[in-house]
């Protein structure tokens, strides 16, 4: 199929055209039709999300969804770090204050936050840096437990390269994590297509966050690898899922139940779960 017929990215450009201020609005209708279309995928509210999410890996929350989105909010070095890097010409500037944006991306708090706080994985890895608006949210949970390595994947975007509308130079990919956090971040320069197998291959990964190259070929490649290489329970998430239908493929095919929220369909997450007979041959690497 082109990739231009492919259905979510039909959504996706209709919820682009539409009016800038309602673009909100049209996500949950958008969700109910996705949920519908596809039938392994749930779309929830955001403290449903988690809650569901925790309720699947048979763990009781130690706290609610709210105790971590404010924890993000009071933190004072990820919202000085973001302004000083507006103030520097660095990023457009999106929000007026720090609260505003962690309420705008409250999945995000979910997917990048709080299941992190929670579950305190040891090794995580993600594709696709850029400035690092996620990933400091990733390495920030990292520090407060006290435990954990980001591995993060990237190529630094050129603007009209990969897709990319913007330039980060070498030595600013990761810029939003702040200095005192990065003990729990390692940055791997190249390309996702060497380095992820390499280095899904080499450590027992816990999560794994897609956010590199949107195409069908390289999200089903990134979603397969994480698949075959990472243990069962392994949390995949991926950022813009309605690029195309690649994501709904892959959790499709492998009979996984995809999750997301009603405030924003364009982000997934499912667990990495296999059948009795694979557990029985067993699914580590010889
Ligand atoms: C959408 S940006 C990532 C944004 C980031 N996750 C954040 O939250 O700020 C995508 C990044 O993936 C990089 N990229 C694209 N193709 C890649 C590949 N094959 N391997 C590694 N990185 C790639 C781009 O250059 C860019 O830096």
Same mark, same amino acid.
Do not use: D, E
């Given at each position: 199929m082109d990739q231009m017929e492919d259905l979510p990215r039909g959504i996706l450009k209709a919820i682009q055209v539409g009016k800038k201020n309602s673009k909100k609005i049209w996500f949950e209708p958008v969700s109910y039709f996705l949920k519908k279309k596809f039938r392994e995928m749930q779309y929830l509210s955001e403290d449903e999300l988690f809650l569901s999410l925790c309720k699947k890996k048979k763990h009781d929350p130690s706290h609610p969804l709210e105790f971590y989105v404010n924890e993000l909010k009071e933190n004072q070095e990820l919202s000085d770090l973001y302004f000083r890097v507006v103030d520097q010409g *660095? @990023?457009?500037? *999106?929000?007026?204050n720090h609260d505003e944006r962690v309420e705008a991306v409250r999945v995000n708090v979910v997917l990048f936050y709080a299941l992190i706080r929670e579950f305190k994985p040891e090794v995580l890895i993600e594709t696709g840096t850029a400035h690092g608006s996620m990933t400091s949210w990733i390495v920030t949970a990292l520090y407060k437990n006290q435990k954990g390595m980001l591995h993060s994947i990237d190529l630094p975007p050129v603007d009209g390269e990969l897709t990319m509308g913007m330039t980060v130079l070498p030595e600013d990919?990761? @810029? #939003? &994590?702040p200095a005192v956090y990065r003990n729990h971040w390692t940055l791997h320069p190249g390309d996702a297509k060497v380095l992820l197998p390499r280095l899904m291959s080499e450590f027992s990964v816990d999560y794994f966050f897609h956010d590199s190259l949107h195409t069908r070929t390289h999200m089903l490649f990134e979603y397969n690898v994480a698949r075959c290489l990472m243990q069962p329970g392994a949390f995949i998430v991926s950022d813009d &899922? #309605?690029?195309?239908?690649s994501f709904f493929d892959f959790i499709r095919s492998h009979r996984l139940q995809g999750f997301g929220a009603f405030s924003n369909p364009n982000v997934g997450i499912t667990l990495n779960e296999f059948d009795q007979y694979e557990l029985g041959i067993g699914t580590y690497i010889r």
């Open positions: *660095k @990023m457009p500037r *999106k929000y007026q990919v990761g @810029m #939003l &994590i &899922i #309605l690029w195309n239908s």
